[in-house]
């Protein structure tokens, strides 16, 4: 719960692996720019029945007050459900969970700022609000980009490896949307059926992310689209090879460190009561990744 004038924050991130996660460094920093003591620690909690366990007594502490609130990442973005009281509009419509903070009334509250932090980066990249969105990859990261697209406005087609991962995930979104997502695989006849004319491409695959840097989630006998903007949710490393091709072609890319820090800086602000430290948590994330 926001208390008026507390201190002290016993904060922390649950998932896993966490080996390389970098939030400890953006809490860490939004403490100590807003004058405020305590922790961001680590909670590596493998998917399993004794993860299950450590789970229970994780959330014991949550709500004894032990702890201030929690992110959540993967594998743990739905696990944690069962565990709240309830789930705010945004985590309900995409069905998974990153942020966990007790609301005004006592109620362990599951939060997702990964759907408004990554709208909030992307208006950086591009001035347009709607318009034809190509989104790859299916998993975690795709639902949150693929409800905050189309609620939006933006048409949005969405490709995987597994055809049936992409149209389960556009069946899902296309309720309440004002356009049907649209589905298929991801392979080149169908990239250039799809993307020509989009605006806006989104990589959500871990394709080209550290330590397998060289990879590209677009085929590298395809040109890119010619009037595209590209996101590359990954940030590790901050420049992709798909950006990479984007600055070749002279089309406007932009890395996940912004979508990063943005969540967790609307994450901060739940737990606080304070602004979002968007800057401070921007500033904060390591240039040498
Ligand atoms: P995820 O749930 O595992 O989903 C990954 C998606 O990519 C799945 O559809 C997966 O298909 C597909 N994929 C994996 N390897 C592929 C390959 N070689 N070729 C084509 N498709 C492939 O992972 P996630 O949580 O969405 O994370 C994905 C990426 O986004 C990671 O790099 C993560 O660091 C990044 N991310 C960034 C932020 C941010 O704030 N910037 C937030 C969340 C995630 P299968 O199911 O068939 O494997």
């Not at 924050?9 to 390389?20: C, D, K, R, T």
């Not at 229970?56 to 973005?77: A, C, M, W, Y």
């Not at 420049?239 to 600055?247: F, P, Y």
Request: glycine letters at 8%.
């Amino acid at each position: 719960m926001k208390l008026a004038g507390k201190r002290c924050y016993q904060l922390g991130l649950i998932g896993y692996p966490l080996g390389h996660s970098v939030s400890p460094i953006l809490h860490q920093a939004a403490l100590k720019s807003a004058a405020l003591e305590g922790v961001y620690q680590l909670f590596p909690i493998p998917p399993t029945q004794e993860g299950l366990k450590e789970l229970e007594t994780l959330f014991s502490r949550l709500r004894r007050g032990e702890l201030d609130g929690v992110n959540v990442t993967i594998p743990h973005k739905q696990n944690v459900q069962p565990f709240l009281d309830r789930l705010s509009p945004t985590a309900a419509a995409v069905r998974a969970v990153n942020t966990i903070y007790m609301d005004e009334s006592g109620q362990l509250t599951g939060e997702n700022t990964d759907v408004p932090g990554f709208l909030r980066d992307l208006s950086r990249l591009i001035q347009r609000k709607d318009g034809k969105a190509v989104v790859l990859g299916a998993g975690g990261s795709a639902r949150a980009i693929v409800y905050a697209l189309s609620q939006a406005g933006w048409e949005v087609c969405v490709l995987a490896r597994r055809v049936d991962q992409a149209q389960s995930l556009a069946e899902e979104f296309s309720q309440n949307a004002s356009h049907m997502v649209q589905s298929g695989l991801l392979e080149q006849k169908i990239l250039e059926k799809y993307s020509p004319d989009c605006q806006l491409l989104v990589n959500t695959t871990p394709v080209g992310m550290v330590p397998n840097s060289a990879g590209c989630p677009w085929p590298d006998e395809a040109p890119l689209p010619r009037n595209t903007a590209v996101y590359d949710l990954i940030y590790n490393p901050l420049q992709t090879r798909l950006l990479q091709r984007a600055r070749q072609e002279n089309l406007p890319g932009m890395n996940g460190a912004g979508m990063l820090s943005a969540q967790a800086a609307l994450a901060f602000a739940h737990w606080t009561g304070l602004e979002p430290p968007f800057e401070v948590m921007e500033q904060a994330f390591p240039q040498h990744l």
